[in-house]
């Protein structure tokens, strides 16, 4: 085996007014000029003050759009089209935005900036991208971003959920590492690790910082920085393991089972709980951020179904079948869905 290499991003800005400064954040990395694709809506919002920070940096705009497919055919098409004389692409928006910019550097071996507008998840920091093929998603390799910049300002002025699946994609670390780690007891892989000590990092850090208010600075500073410090666990294990286990099996099976899901790490969330109870493993400790952020109590209002988690989760084998974490034994699958019957919070949520 050879050495580690890693990449991480070279621009990592996290706070307060970051978007009006965009533009000397690539000037003082050498990037001239750019592309800039916004998700749905978002010009209206963030346009005019993107643009002006290019501007006032001397940083030349070739294109700006738009976009909203993610199907990969389209993005293939934009790629090619992307003049030669493009240095960077910026991605501004949620993840499917992210996804497709991410996707397109991948393509044009570019450098990708990524401007996450909400915290939903881990995604504006990992290398790999959700996308549409033969109208199924699916994730595809892509490029670890070169600079990441998240404008706190901005994350609080979008809705709270956005906040709640941040909360419960960061949280889902906990059982992941876990699986992991019986996935290499059981002999069926090799953990990496510094990717588990960066992982773990990344989590308890999260949840061991005091706040009053999830739209606190600080709060959200942690969540981004943990959310961001995930992508880089997965970068040095090659692979997603560290931070995607059972938790990520039971919401990928319910993005396939439902007609509209929820949002990815709302789902990863309460699976991450269900997860915990079968580990024996830190539930407390996950009931208290949820209860404590008000996960919980969104949760509570989404009028959720036990059947389809139940479905979730003898499914989950068959999203990975070439992982071995604990939901693809059938004694724990039934022990899962023991306690969606059975554990008082969970029939909290279930029990209508």
Excluded at 257 to 275: C, D, K, R, S
Aim: charge should be negative; glycine fraction near 6%.
């Amino acid at each position: 085996m050879g050495e580690s290499h890693i990449s991480i991003p070279t621009i990592l800005k996290i706070g307060s007014g970051t978007l009006d400064n965009i533009g000397s954040y690539l000037k003082s990395n050498n990037i001239d000029n750019a592309v800039v694709y916004f998700g749905n809506g978002l010009i209206d919002l963030f346009g005019s003050k993107v643009l002006t920070s290019f501007d006032d940096a001397g940083v030349k705009v070739m294109e700006y759009c738009e976009l909203d497919s993610t199907k990969i055919e389209d993005i293939i098409e934009l790629a090619f089209n992307i003049d030669s004389k493009v240095e960077s692409i910026v991605g501004i928006g949620g993840g499917k935005v992210i996804d497709v910019a991410k996707y397109a550097a991948y393509l044009r071996k570019l450098p990708f900036i990524s401007v996450p507008t909400s915290s939903s998840s881990d995604g504006f920091s990992s290398a790999s991208a959700s996308l549409i093929v033969n109208n199924r998603r699916t994730s595809v390799p892509a490029k670890l971003a070169y600079g990441i910049i998240v404008d706190t300002d901005v994350l609080k002025s979008a809705p709270d959920k956005f906040l709640y699946s941040g909360i419960g994609d960061l949280v889902s670390k906990i059982t992941a590492i876990y699986d992991w780690v019986y996935e290499d007891k059981m002999g069926y892989t090799t953990v990496n690790d510094f990717a588990i000590m960066i992982a773990k990092k990344a989590v308890n850090s999260f949840v061991r910082t005091p706040f009053d208010d999830i739209h606190d600075d600080l709060f959200l500073r942690e969540l981004v920085d943990s959310l961001a410090m995930s992508g880089i666990a997965n970068e040095i294990a090659g692979s997603s393991a560290p931070t995607s286990g059972s938790e990520h099996l039971i919401s990928h099976a319910l993005d396939k089972l439902l007609e509209t899901p929820e949002l990815h790490g709302v789902q990863v969330g309460i699976a991450t709980y269900l997860m915990a109870l079968v580990h024996n493993h830190r539930y407390e400790r996950i009931n208290k951020v949820f209860t404590d952020t008000g996960f919980w109590d969104y949760v509570c209002t989404l009028n959720l179904n036990r059947e389809d988690y139940e479905q979730a989760i003898d499914m989950a084998p068959s999203i990975k079948p070439h992982r071995h974490v604990y939901l693809h034994e059938e004694k724990y699958r039934e022990l899962a869905k023991k306690y969606l019957k059975e554990d008082p919070m969970l029939c909290k949520v279930f029990d209508k």
